[in-house]
């Protein structure tokens, strides 16, 4: 396969030394310029993110050496050597291939099936294409690592389980309210966090944003990025009459809500019920209010709870998920040897007719027109025979790849070919 990968991510390295590596993307076209021109790579590919930095290179000569990419860390980013071989981790052939495709499917990610990783690889590859680093070798392996990562989304749930604070609130609003579109919202507290609940819950239908707080300032200016509508918080209990779910997060450090005051809301809404996610430390929503069966009350514990829950379900399905790269790795080790196979047999072919017509030529001048004629058909004959069996084994690799691989190698070495990559 000719591939190595040299990187370090969130699980090797802290993240003052992932920001150190850190490729901006205005300097992506000159690092890559720079691994093609300067060391010794054919093509190239950087993944840069928050949480990982990779390159991906198949080496102009064949030679993987994993020495040169890590040179070219050092130089682009003027460090010094060995500051950064405690966090490095490097991979040649099959298991940068494998690599490559579970970082695709999401499995080496810090939140297992998350879908951003997955971009920013598209955006590595379309950057590799634009600046000329990407071939046959990057090609291959990126547009089938997004073959791989489409198969682990869509045959498994990775993905399917909310792991975030604001995406459980939309799942438990489902599981509640079943359709959200025509429902309301009201956000007690303009904190950051009710803010990305209220944002994703809007996201799935909620028509209309209500915002309430101390300082009505701060309320108008988070009802205006939701185009909704700012509310008195003197007016906090009648401003629940009329909504379906609530999220309170205002820094108090007492109940603001309280079990009698609801349940004269309740029968203002006439037994509606009402979703209520409490985000805040310390707790704003009196836990007694979980009583009153037309409430559901969450805080953020009972969300981390059901967070983890969907972390285990996650890693479940990452079992799957390895099951289906372990099956396309095979395959595309196949793919990738019997191709190679096809420009060996014409070298092959090639050379044992050379090694046969050689000695025929030395005699060319003591045998008649005749003679030669017979003698060279006879000759190209014997040299397909002696081929066939290699041929043939080359075109029917029997499964294990290592040693197919190194059969190949010794074939090449046997007959004295050298290819051209």
Excluded: W
């Excluded at 951003?116 to 590859?125: D, F, P, S």
């Excluded at 000329?132 to 682990?152: E, P, Q």
């Excluded at 028509?207 to 700012?230: K, L, Q, W």
Aim: charged share 25%.
């Amino acid at each position: 396969m000719k591939l190595v990968l040299v990187g370090l991510n969130h699980r090797t390295a802290p993240v003052e030394v992932r920001e150190r590596l850190n490729f901006t993307e205005n300097r992506l076209p000159e690092a890559l310029s720079a691994l093609r021109q300067d060391f010794g790579c054919e093509e190239a590919l950087i993944l840069s993110t928050c949480n990982r930095v990779e390159v991906v290179a198949h080496p102009e000569d064949g030679c993987l050496r994993t020495d040169r990419i890590k040179q070219f860390l050092y130089d682009f980013h003027n460090l010094q050597p060995p500051c950064l071989e405690p966090y490095l981790y490097s991979l040649t052939d099959r298991e940068t291939v494998r690599h490559v495709f579970r970082v695709a499917s999401s499995l080496d990610s810090m939140v297992i099936g998350e879908s951003q990783i997955l971009g920013q690889m598209k955006r590595a590859y379309a950057a590799a294409s634009g600046a000329g680093s990407s071939g046959v070798f990057i090609n291959s392996l990126m547009h089938r690592a997004f073959h791989v990562a489409k198969r682990v989304r869509t045959e498994t749930r990775i993905s399917s389980s909310a792991v975030s604070v604001s995406y459980v609130a939309v799942e438990l609003a489902k599981k509640i309210l079943g359709e959200l579109s025509n429902r309301s919202i009201l956000i007690i507290g303009a904190g950051k966090m009710s803010e990305l609940a209220a944002r994703n819950l809007v996201k799935f239908g909620i028509s209309h944003v209500f915002v309430t707080n101390r300082t009505a300032a701060r309320a108008e200016e988070m009802a205006e990025r939701f185009n909704g509508t700012a509310v008195p918080f003197e007016d906090l209990l009648s401003n629940l009459v009329p909504v379906d779910i609530a999220i309170v997060s205002t820094g108090a450090d007492s109940y603001v809500l309280r079990k009698p005051e609801m349940q004269r809301v309740i029968r203002e809404r006439r037994y509606r019920p009402l979703f209520l996610i409490d985000i805040s430390v310390p707790r704003n929503v009196d836990p007694a209010i979980n009583d009153l069966e037309e409430i559901f009350l969450y805080d953020i514990d009972d969300m981390q709870a059901v967070i983890q829950a969907n972390i285990e379900e996650r890693h479940k399905e990452a079992q799957s998920a390895e099951a289906i790269i372990a099956e396309e790795l095979e395959a595309y080790a196949h793919r990738a040897a019997t191709r190679q196979a096809g420009s060996l047999i014409s070298a092959l072919r090639g050379r044992v007719e050379q090694i046969c017509l050689t000695e025929l030529e030395r005699n060319r001048n003591v045998m008649t027109p005749d003679e030669y004629e017979r003698t060279e058909r006879m000759l190209r004959t014997t040299a397909h025979r002696l081929a066939h069996p290699f041929i043939q084994h080359l075109k029917n690799p029997d499964g294990n790849l290592s040693r197919y691989e190194h059969e190949v190698e010794l074939i090449k070495k046997m007959f004295r070919i050298e290819e051209k990559e």
